[in-house]
């Protein structure tokens, strides 16, 4: 904030205020020189980009962008955090996942920077009669633990509140979550799961253990078969309801049945869509709490967990960077407590490095950055206001329009739910295939000799229920086949770069081809001649002007060295024995797809 002098004299104050329409009329220039002729609104427009659940990004956000006002934290509609102190008295809590017992991880977690435990616990994870080992010195009435058991979640919570009694850990001091959440079960594998026990539990907690909460409103299920941001909030209010309405048929208060209840989130490398994606969910819940008719009980708390839709099995060292980014939206975002999934998430159980990096990135934001020493730091700001308002406004439409096809329930078993989920992720598939939303180190400078990270195995997750999808998977397949060739043959299958001119005039799209083709598996090949290479396709490379002169020639003198097909990188043109063209934008997973049939790779 800038000080004013004594007398009051402002640098600024001669010069009078711009406009909006000044500053359109500046991008309309700016545009014109790119070849654009737009005015006016379509200039902001054309500078604008398209979300999912039909929202916009603006290049420009001002004072008369305007949202409901967001309170204050603490209070409702809880906008800027559950809590009035937020996160600032030492930072949200570090939850790390455990999916199976390794020999002192879970206490090198908890001596190394971790307050908080998430296991996975009976059929895929740890068994219920090994949950006393797994838990061998830990103080549990220090260190909350969080449950996620599925269909044993009756047996996991019996064994767990029984080492509480056997340990002597004062019932008013358990702090963890049982992890019941029927619906997501039944999301995850197609079975339904009933509540009655899951009630009981809920009953016995209120009662004994006000501190430990029973219930997961877990949406990762919808974001993990590819579902927007409106699409998880919305599934996770209509999972809450549903939850609140069994509680209380089963004689607990509102109030009672919201204390039950632990919202989990995905966290992308988005970084302002999940800061508003935690807001707003925030907000909607408080809504729901007040209609029900306990204003003062809409605290949500959320954990938040690093997507697992975005790690990637190639190059996973970018993973880091990745989770990086999520945790630091997750904290701004106000969440309770975090989970990094390590970067080797997707390549099978994690070892002490992955497990290091994973609680150090929490630990480094928390204790160096001090992110969570100021609340709801994004607060006010007026691009993620209106984020978080919109978004919010698309998740209670989707929200209604599950309650009006009968609840959470009824839309899992109709099929309903799945039919939408992929839908939006055809959507995505598209952009990914395109390459307009890229990935870093596959499909966008992957790195063909790097060395494959080996992992053990982890447990098979619960199937039969809505897919899991990753952002990677098209690209994944298509360096799978590379690699069987590369097995079955001792080398990769090969293109030609056939460059033209000097490299100031061909550098550019050289590079371009080359990165396209690598993300297939596919190794460039520059030097010598195309006759040499090993190659049975070719890429011609180089300027319009130079293509314009001499693309045709070229095209027939590769031909006439044996290329079956020649590609030219750039716009499509006119040019004459060229039989396709590479250029941003296009469809990077059918062209590679298709080049590794033709080279018969299978």
């Not at 800038?2 to 600024?12: E, I, K, N, Q, R």
């Not at 206490?107 to 895929?124: C, F, K, P």
């Not at 919109?390 to 209604?400: I, P, S, V």
Request: charged share 25%; hydrophobic share 40%; with cysteine.
């Amino acid at each position: 904030m800038t000080v004013l002098p004594d007398d009051g004299l402002s640098l600024a104050a001669e010069f009078p205020d711009a406009t909006h329409e000044q500053w359109q009329r500046l991008v309309e220039g700016v545009l014109r020189k790119s070849g654009k002729e737009v005015s006016g609104a379509a200039a902001e427009d054309a500078l604008s980009t398209t979300l999912e659940d039909g929202l916009r990004t603006r290049p420009l956000y001002t004072a008369r962008d305007s949202a409901p006002d967001p309170g204050l934290p603490g209070f409702a509609p809880y906008l800027r955090g559950g809590r009035p102190e937020g996160n600032t008295a030492g930072g949200w809590d570090v939850r790390q996942r455990h999916a199976a017992l390794a020999d002192g991880a879970v206490l090198a977690d908890l001596e190394n920077g971790v307050t908080s435990l998430w296991l996975l616990v009976g059929r895929g994870g740890i068994p219920v009669s090994d949950l006393p080992r797994a838990l061998d010195g830990v103080y549990l009435d220090l260190a909350p633990v969080v449950l996620d058991a599925g269909l044993d979640v009756e047996a996991a919570a019996a064994e767990l509140l029984r080492l509480y009694e056997e340990k002597g850990v004062d019932p008013k001091a358990v702090r963890g979550n049982l992890g019941a959440d029927p619906l997501g079960h039944e999301a995850r594998t197609g079975t339904p799961q009933d509540f009655g026990p899951v009630a009981a539990l809920a009953a016995r907690c209120a009662e004994q253990y006000p501190g430990l909460r029973t219930l997961t409103v877990d949406a990762l299920p919808y974001h993990e078969a590819g579902g927007s941001a409106a699409q998880e909030l919305g599934a996770s209010l209509a999972t809450g309801v549903a939850y609140l309405r069994e509680l209380t048929e089963a004689g607990l208060t509102v109030a009672a049945a919201c204390a039950r209840l632990e919202f989990r989130y995905a966290a992308t490398a988005d970084q302002f869509l999940t800061i508003a994606k935690l807001r707003a969910a925030r907000r909607l819940w408080a809504r729901v709490a007040e209609v029900s008719g306990a204003p003062g009980a809409g605290a949500q708390v959320q954990h938040v967990v690093t997507s697992p839709v975005m790690m990637t099995r190639r190059d996973p060292w970018v993973n880091m960077l990745r989770t990086t980014v999520a945790t630091l939206a997750a904290g701004v975002g106000g969440a309770d407590s975090v989970t990094v999934l390590p970067f080797d998430h997707a390549l099978g159980l994690p070892d002490a490095f992955a497990r290091r990096i994973a609680r150090n990135t929490s630990t480094i934001l928390v204790e160096e950055s001090h992110l969570g020493r100021v609340i709801d730091p994004a607060g006010g700001s007026w691009y993620v206001e209106r984020l978080t308002d919109e978004l919010a406004e698309a998740a209670w439409a989707y929200f209604r329009s599950i309650e009006r096809d009968g609840g959470q329930a009824a839309v899992l078993r109709s099929g309903r739910i799945r039919t939408d989920l992929a839908t939006t992720w055809a959507e995505r598939s598209k952009k990914l295939a395109k390459r307009r939303e890229p990935i870093t180190g596959v499909s966008e400078f992957p790195l063909l000799s790097e060395k494959p990270v080996e992992r053990e195995p982890a447990p098979e997750p619960p199937s039969g229920g809505l897919p899991r999808v990753r952002r990677d998977e098209a690209y994944e397949a298509l360096r799978a086949r590379s690699d069987a060739h590369l097995a079955a043959t001792g080398s990769r299958p090969r293109i030609f770069l056939a460059t033209l001119g000097s490299a100031a005039e061909y550098t550019a799209r050289s590079t371009f081809a080359a990165n396209l083709f690598q993300a297939g598996g596919i190794e460039p090949v520059s030097e010598g001649r195309f006759e040499d290479s090993g190659a049975t396709e070719a890429v011609l490379c180089s300027s319009d002007a130079l293509y314009a002169e001499q693309a045709a020639q070229a095209a027939e003198s590769l031909r006439a060295a044996g290329a079956r097909h020649v590609f030219l990188a750039g716009r499509p043109a006119d040019h004459s024995g060229i039989d396709a063209y590479l250029f941003a934008g296009c469809d990077a997973v059918a062209v590679l797809s298709a080049t590794l049939d033709r080279m018969g790779v299978s």
